[in-house]
């Protein structure tokens, strides 16, 4: 694709001073056309009042078929024809050019398009991996990759649990009080001796992340049996 670009710039750049050397060419036949038009009108005139004298006064008959006007006039037409078509010639091959151009660029356009689209479904592709690795479990007390935890009041009783018609590997873990696979976001519980450790958003009553401390619903009945003996 550098290369492409390259090449393009590269004729890109040529194209104002070939443009600018037919306009030339143009204008300069423009000239002579207008000077062997008024020529030619100039003879024509000119032998047409010759041919109306003729007639008047005899010399010439009023036939058509032998009135014409001379070798040299007609030269002379044939000739602004010739001039007309070398000033048609080259505003074709001006408009070729642009359109050359114009062609290349919609071929770069086009491939361009297409390495972007293959870098989208690269780039998504690596984010769904990435999404994959990050809802892994992690180890007991990390929290890399989470953001930063908001307050919410963790539900009184436990969750219910939700039905889930997930494909599961199995030979990924599950979490939760689903004993679901990692999925969409997930919160961990502070206990160290939780016995789940990670739970759905869903399945726990959050929202958002909550801040500071978070214990499961498991977790705080634990701790308020203790407090009652």
């Known amino acids: 694709m550098g290369s492409f670009i390259e090449d393009f710039q590269a004729s890109l750049d040529k194209l104002p001073g070939l443009l600018q050397r037919n306009y030339g060419l143009m ?20 032998e047409i009042e010759e041919i109306r004298r003729g007639v008047e006064s005899g010399s010439i008959t009023l036939d058509t078929s032998h009135i014409r006007f001379s070798n040299d006039a007609l030269d002379e037409q044939k000739h602004c024809i010739r001039i007309a078509d070398e000033k048609v010639a080259l505003a074709t091959q001006a408009y070729d050019m642009v359109d050359e151009h114009i062609q ?22 690596g984010a769904g991996a990435l999404n994959v690795d990050n809802a892994a479990k992690p180890a007991r007390g990390s929290e890399s990759g989470r953001p930063g935890r908001k307050k919410s009041r963790p539900p009184s009783g436990p969750a219910p649990a939700i039905e889930l018609d997930l494909p599961v590997d199995p030979n990924e873990p599950t979490y939760c009080f689903c004993n679901q696979v990692s999925f969409g976001e997930m919160v961990a519980c502070d206990h160290p001796n939780c ?4 739970f759905h958003y869903g399945c726990v009553g959050l929202k958002e992340q909550p801040k500071g401390k978070w214990y499961c619903p498991d977790c705080i009945g634990l701790q308020k049996r203790r407090k009652g003996k």
Do not use: H
């Open 27 to 46: 204008r300069d036949l423009d000239k002579s056309l207008l000077v062997a038009q008024q020529q030619n009108e100039q003879r024509c005139e000119q």
């Open 104 to 125: 290349q660029l919609d071929e770069y356009m086009k491939k361009f398009e297409e390495l972007r689209q293959e870098k989208d479904i690269s780039t998504s592709s």
């Open 195 to 198: 016995k789940i450790e990670w």
